[in-house]
């Protein structure tokens, strides 16, 4: 029984310390989520100027507010610190973020059937809803089938899919402002560059920091 309880302690699956760099990159993860939080609370004070996002203001709130919710969670769920000296809160953090991003990507899938642009952009978002629900399922089962290890990768690779909604807004004020791109073009190429990439780093990350384990 001992060899067993060993086998699941969230200590097995621990990374080394983290390095500078690692520290960096998570800080920036934090702070770049956090901004996308506060931004999107506008859509809570007052309607959209776009008609569009008007027209389907309840499915946009209640995708906008499952990202939110994931984004202020998802960064505190790979936290060493918090794994470590406050398990209890991790469980309970990442259940509420698990429940953020099935309310996301329901919401985001049903705003992708009517987004602007046509077949493109209903495809690129509404598969990255699909596989934002489909890799934070994946993780719920792992873990509540005591497998961390597996857990983690994907919660790696479903985080990466929440941060589509951080890369997004870094990629159009490029491709309008500095590129000076029309909005159809940048609004089809960002439906999927906001997230195929991220799944993409995810993978790699994947891959090159964990042992192989049961998917």
């Given at each position: 029984?001992?060899?067993?309880?060993?086998?699941?302690?969230?200590?097995?699956?621990?990374?080394?310390?983290?390095?500078?760099?690692?520290?960096?990159?998570?800080?920036?993860?934090?702070?770049?989520?956090?901004?996308?939080?506060?931004?999107?609370t506008?859509?809570?004070?007052?309607?959209?100027?776009?008609?569009?996002?008007?027209?389907?203001?309840?499915?946009?709130?209640l995708?906008?507010?499952?990202?939110?919710?994931?984004?202020?969670?998802?960064?505190?769920?790979?936290?060493?610190?918090?794994?470590?000296?406050?398990?209890?809160?991790?469980?309970?953090?990442?259940?509420?973020?698990?429940?953020?991003?099935?309310?996301?990507?329901?919401?985001?899938?049903?705003?992708?059937?009517?987004?602007?642009?046509?077949?493109?952009?209903?495809?690129?978002?509404?598969?990255?809803?699909?596989?934002?629900?489909?890799?934070?399922?994946?993780?719920?089962?792992?873990?509540?089938?005591?497998?961390?290890?597996?857990?983690?990768?994907?919660?790696?690779?479903?985080?990466?899919?929440?941060?589509?909604?951080?890369?997004?807004?870094?990629?159009?004020?490029?491709?309008?402002?500095?590129?000076?791109?029309?909005?159809?073009?940048?609004?089809?190429?960002?439906?999927w560059?906001?997230?195929?990439?991220?799944?993409?780093?995810?993978?790699?990350?994947?891959?090159?920091?964990?042992?192989?384990?049961?998917?």
């Open positions: 029984m001992a060899q067993l309880a060993q086998s699941y302690s969230p200590m097995s699956v621990l990374p080394p310390p983290e390095s500078r760099l690692t520290t960096a990159l998570w800080w920036l993860m934090l702070v770049t989520s956090l901004g996308v939080v506060a931004y999107g506008r859509y809570f004070v007052a309607l959209p100027p776009d008609r569009h996002f008007t027209r389907y203001i309840v499915p946009l709130r995708h906008i507010a499952g990202g939110m919710g994931a984004l202020a969670a998802g960064p505190w769920q790979f936290s060493r610190w918090l794994r470590t000296r406050a398990l209890t809160f991790h469980r309970w953090l990442g259940r509420f973020y698990l429940l953020a991003v099935v309310l996301g990507s329901f919401a985001g899938f049903a705003m992708s059937v009517v987004s602007k642009q046509g077949l493109p952009t209903h495809l690129g978002f509404g598969i990255l809803s699909v596989l934002w629900f489909f890799t934070g399922l994946k993780a719920y089962r792992k873990i509540r089938a005591g497998g961390i290890a597996a857990h983690r990768q994907w919660m790696i690779r479903n985080f990466g899919l929440t941060l589509a909604a951080v890369t997004l807004r870094v990629y159009m004020p490029i491709m309008l402002a500095v590129l000076h791109w029309s909005f159809r073009p940048t609004y089809i190429t960002v439906s560059l906001c997230w195929v990439p991220n799944v993409l780093i995810a993978e790699w990350m994947v891959r090159r920091t964990s042992v192989p384990v049961r998917n």
